[in-house]
């Protein structure tokens, strides 16, 4: 049976750690494989760094070794990443060459007008601070590499937290299923940014 990667990718503050509990909550992610997460690592072992930047860069650096060894060992784990930089289209490109199946899971919302106060309310929780403005920046480059990443995915599942007025966060709801880009399912109406990645 071929090892399996996770990959959660979406924007900051679009709610990829609550999707991440919902799947495995639901069983769609193993609860006993490991979660290679930046975010967790640095708050866990980088806390006697006490340069916020360089402490965000060595966290990223450890994410990019540790999912590189465990693609080398073809151990099934899960991740998550913004997906801004392209580098993570190749991550999936890495593990398809590994002999991984690629299970993307894209959360994301239609404006991204809200997500600096979602981050700022999940720092207030102890979550990991992203100035606004590099969150607002990262926003279309997401959805750019993301739109390429879709058909390199065995399976791909989008899901939405769009808050509607008056709605503070929003449970992620899915609203579409592909594989290998094939639409199998899609919820009506779509969100914009889905409907964006499906007429790639």
């Known amino acids: 049976m071929s090892p399996i990667f996770y990959l959660l990718a979406g ?15 639901s069983g769609l992610i193993p609860t006993d ?14 806390r006697h760094i006490t340069d916020a930047r360089q402490r ?15 693609l080398r060992a073809g151990q099934s784990f899960v991740s998550e990443t913004v997906f801004s930089h392209p580098s993570k289209i190749e991550l999936l490109r890495a593990a398809r060459a590994a002999g991984f199946q690629v299970v993307l899971l894209v959360v ?28 607002l920046a990262r926003y279309p480059r997401t959805l750019q590499h993301l739109t390429e990443a879709v058909p390199l995915a065995d399976l791909c599942l989008l899901f939405d937290t769009t808050a509607r007025r ?3 966060i929003v449970p992620p709801r899915l609203v579409a299923r592909l594989r290998r880009g094939v639409p199998t399912f899609t919820q009506d109406p779509m969100p914009r940014w889905a409907l964006g990645m499906l007429r790639r």
Do not use: M
């Open 11 to 25: 924007p900051n503050g679009a709610g990829k750690s609550t999707l991440y509990r919902s799947a495995v909550a």
């Open 33 to 46: 494989i490991e979660f290679v997460n930046a975010d967790l690592h640095e708050a866990q072992s980088l």
């Open 56 to 70: 965000s860069t060595e966290a990223r650096r450890w994410a990019d070794a540790r999912r590189e060894q465990l």
């Open 108 to 135: 994301c919302v239609d404006d991204p007008k809200p997500l600096p106060e979602r981050v700022a309310q999940r720092v207030e929780q102890g979550g990991h601070a992203v100035p606004p403005d590099r969150i």
């Open 166 to 168: 008056g709605q503070d």
